[in-house]
């Protein structure tokens, strides 16, 4: 199994519910892994930037962004995110109770990385939860970790192949 990577995740949600059972699931998981939350799509895009009151935050790994919230909403803040070259990178994981198809549509046209509906059974939900955090921070090659696993092509290597084999010479 492959080693796991400690992710820093973003939780961008207003149902203090929701934030509860989605902080509550990853604590009883390992605690390896970080959680912060902002509340609407307002504080997740100045968590983002930096600004007061987020100034010495850390960069997220990986955001967990509901859709339906005051001020600004999910899809903005995808739009934001990926139109913008800082945080293009971040792997976005639309987390909502909406099931409408235009609301994936949306997620992925603005290029959310998946779309995950919230279970309404709490076991399912912590499955999922675990599930993702699984996934996030331990199987999923992030631009801003270490690929050694990997030439500089993105190609995968074998240890055993020659990556220099002889040239031929013509005769």
Same mark, same amino acid.
């Given at each position: 199994?492959?080693? !796991? ?8 949600? +207003?149902?203090? +519910? $929701? ?15 970080? &959680?912060?939350?902002?509340?609407? %799509? !307002?504080?997740? @895009? ?11 935050? #850390?960069?997220? +790994?990986?955001?967990? &962004?509901? &859709?339906?919230?005051?001020?600004? /909403? %999910?899809?903005?803040?995808? #739009? ?9 990178? @971040?792997?976005?994981?639309? *987390? ?5 198809? =235009?609301?994936? @549509?949306?997620?992925? =046209?603005? $290029?959310? /990385? ?5 279970? &309404?059974?709490?076991?399912?939900? =912590? #499955? *999922?939860?675990?599930? *993702? ?6 199987? /999923?090659?992030?631009?801003? $970790? ?9 190609? @995968?290597? $074998?240890?055993?192949? +020659? ?5 031929? =010479?013509?005769?």
């Amino acid at each position: 199994m492959k080693s !796991k990577t400690k992710a820093h995740f973003l939780l961008v949600e +207003d149902d203090d +519910d $929701h934030a509860e059972l989605v902080e509550f699931s990853m604590k009883n998981i390992d605690g390896s892994n970080s &959680l912060e939350r902002v509340c609407n %799509g !307002k504080e997740a @895009i100045a968590y983002l930037m930096r600004e007061a009151p987020f100034t010495d935050v #850390k960069r997220p +790994d990986v955001i967990l &962004l509901d &859709l339906n919230m005051p001020m600004v /909403n %999910g899809h903005e803040v995808i #739009k934001f995110a990926k139109s913008n070259p800082d945080f293009r990178t @971040i792997p976005i994981v639309v *987390l909502t109770t909406s099931n409408a198809e =235009q609301d994936r @549509i949306r997620a992925y =046209q603005a $290029h959310a /990385n998946s779309y995950v509906v919230k279970p &309404l059974d709490f076991t399912l939900f =912590q #499955k *999922l939860v675990s599930d *993702l955090e699984e996934y996030w921070s331990q199987w /999923n090659q992030s631009s801003s $970790h270490d690929n050694s696993d990997h030439s500089q092509s993105g190609e @995968i290597v $074998h240890p055993s192949l +020659d990556q220099n084999p002889p040239s031929r =010479q013509a005769s």
